[in-house]
């Protein structure tokens, strides 16, 4: 996934530019379906082929397409239903904020009510396993669709309105716009919003805050449908270990127990994804919807898959050693993301006045004490650990399950990367004050 240099621009394009771009729309959803038959066939190999491949039969489904569909109505109807609070984004290139409402976690306890009072009238949770290949295959369908839609939504939309990341239109040091055919280019010029590639524009995006009315896409894909619905899998997952087996296993638990406060913890703290570089930066194309939408919900459970299809008998001293690893994870997760939000949101707050800082150019400052000055990706570390702990409660008989942490790692690293560059654009010589006194990425004394 490295950066390959654009037709002559100084631009870098991201994830091997077209061609990379095009492998990855082939692999990622290839991915999705071989991880949902490898987790229910016996020997369960990772890296091994599917036992079978299915015919068109066992993937199309209309009523997993309605499925699909009346479950992203309802997430949409809940966005729009009252807000705790209305939240501003950062400041726009037009100089204008955008209004988020914060009822994410409002959203996810009205699920689990309806939820409950269809369980309670006979909705047969339990049969959603058995409908999870036509379901993903249903949800990739409509996020190719729906990407096509967003492309040609782009190309009609005002150059303020795009993405400054894609081809990007990073301002150099002298305040031009970078743009596609190397050299500087004027900042409303709308090719330098573009790669001038449509595989690679398909799969970046180019609009950056894409609405329907108040309905913000990104922002709505990235917490709600994906999110939520892992947690509904992994539930119907659970339940349906229990019809098997009389009751759900302490590993099924333990998982749906973990994974289930990580939702709900983004979705409490959800006014903090607004700084995210995927709410700032990234269009919304491919990539992010395909992520949201279909492997999140279907890659991210692939450890209570695997756990229906192959149970662990987990001992209370494993188990209890596995929520130490999860504790551990989740507390630097947590206070890592929590100290610069509050930070960045009001820096002389009592809790963060007293770190030490580096000031920038841009008026903005950098932490080089507490969690951020021990590396420079302390929120990414703790995320990881919690994904081992995810993974634990399968065993080590297979590394199926291992495969979350493996992907995770290799997606932050990436992600640390586009994030530094992104930052030394920003920052220029303060950046490379804080990396020569904060020196590693993520692991203290390795990485
Ligand atoms: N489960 C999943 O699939 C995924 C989870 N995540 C999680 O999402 C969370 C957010 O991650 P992400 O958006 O990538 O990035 P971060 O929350 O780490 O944010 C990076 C930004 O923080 C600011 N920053 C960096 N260093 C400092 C410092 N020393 N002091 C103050 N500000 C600093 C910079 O922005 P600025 O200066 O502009 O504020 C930088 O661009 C993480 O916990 C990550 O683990 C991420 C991706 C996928
Ligand atoms: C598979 C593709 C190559 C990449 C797809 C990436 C997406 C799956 C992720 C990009 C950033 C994400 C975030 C979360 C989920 C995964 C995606 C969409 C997040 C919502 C998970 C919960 C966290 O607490 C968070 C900090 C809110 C995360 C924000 C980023």
Redesign the pocket.
């Known amino acids: 996934m490295e950066a390959v240099a654009h037709q002559g621009s100084r631009t870098p394009l991201e994830f091997g530019g077209p061609l990379g771009a095009a492998a990855l729309m082939l692999l990622l959803p290839a991915t999705v379906f071989h991880l949902l038959l490898v987790a229910r066939s016996g020997p369960a190999r990772l890296l091994g082929p599917p036992p079978c491949l299915p015919g068109l039969g066992a993937l199309w489904s209309p009523q997993a397409l309605l499925l699909w569909l009346a479950w992203l109505g309802l997430q949409v109807a809940l966005y729009f239903l009252p807000a705790r609070k209305v939240a501003e984004g950062l400041e726009l290139k037009d100089k204008s904020r955008l209004q988020y409402p914060i009822n994410g976690f409002q959203a996810l306890v009205l699920t689990a009510l309806l939820l409950g009072l269809g369980v309670s009238a006979g909705l047969p949770l339990g049969a959603l396993p058995e409908m999870l290949l036509p379901l993903a295959f249903a949800v990739t369908l409509t996020a190719f669709l729906f990407s096509l839609l967003l492309y040609l939504k782009a190309l009609v939309a005002p150059v303020s309105a795009l993405a400054p990341g894609g081809n990007s239109g990073e301002r150099d040091p002298v305040g031009s716009t970078m743009g596609t055919h190397g050299g500087a280019c004027p900042a409303l010029s709308p090719s330098c919003y573009s790669s001038g590639n449509p595989i690679y524009d398909f799969f970046m995006g180019r609009e950056l805050n894409p609405r329907i009315c108040f309905l913000d896409l990104k922002y709505f894909f990235e917490l709600r449908p994906g999110l939520i619905g892992w947690v509904l899998i992994n539930l119907a997952l659970l339940v349906q270990e229990a019809e098997r087996r009389g009751s759900p296993s302490l590993a099924m638990c333990l998982v749906n127990g973990f994974q289930l406060l990580?939702v709900a913890d983004a979705l409490w703290h959800e006014e903090?994804i607004l700084?995210?570089?995927?709410i700032?930066h990234d269009g919304l194309g491919f990539m992010l919807v395909f992520g949201d939408v279909a492997w999140?919900p279907f890659t991210?459970s692939l450890q209570a898959q695997f756990l229906l299809h192959h149970p662990q008998t987990l001992g209370l001293p494993m188990a209890s050693f596995i929520c130490f690893i999860k504790a551990i994870g989740y507390y630097i997760?947590r206070s890592?993301?929590s100290q610069?939000n509050t930070?960045?949101k009001n820096p002389s707050d009592p809790s963060v006045a007293g770190l030490e800082?580096i000031s920038t150019a841009t008026g903005?400052?950098?932490?080089?004490s507490g969690w951020?000055?021990w590396v420079?990706?302390p929120?990414?570390l703790?995320?990881?650990i919690m994904a081992l702990a995810w993974s634990l409660t399968c065993g080590t008989s297979h590394l199926l399950p291992y495969f979350y942490v493996l992907y995770?790692t290799a997606?932050?690293v990436h992600?640390?990367a586009r994030?530094e560059q992104?930052?030394l654009q920003?920052?220029g010589l303060a950046w490379a004050k804080?990396c020569r006194q904060?020196p590693y990425r993520i692991l203290p004394c390795i990485y």
Do not use: P, S
């Open positions: 990580y903090a700084t995210t570089m995927d700032t999140v991210y997760f890592a993301n610069k930070f960045r800082t903005r400052q950098l932490l080089v951020w000055g420079r990706h929120n990414y703790g995320d990881i995770f997606l932050l992600r640390e994030d992104h930052c920003k920052y804080y904060v």
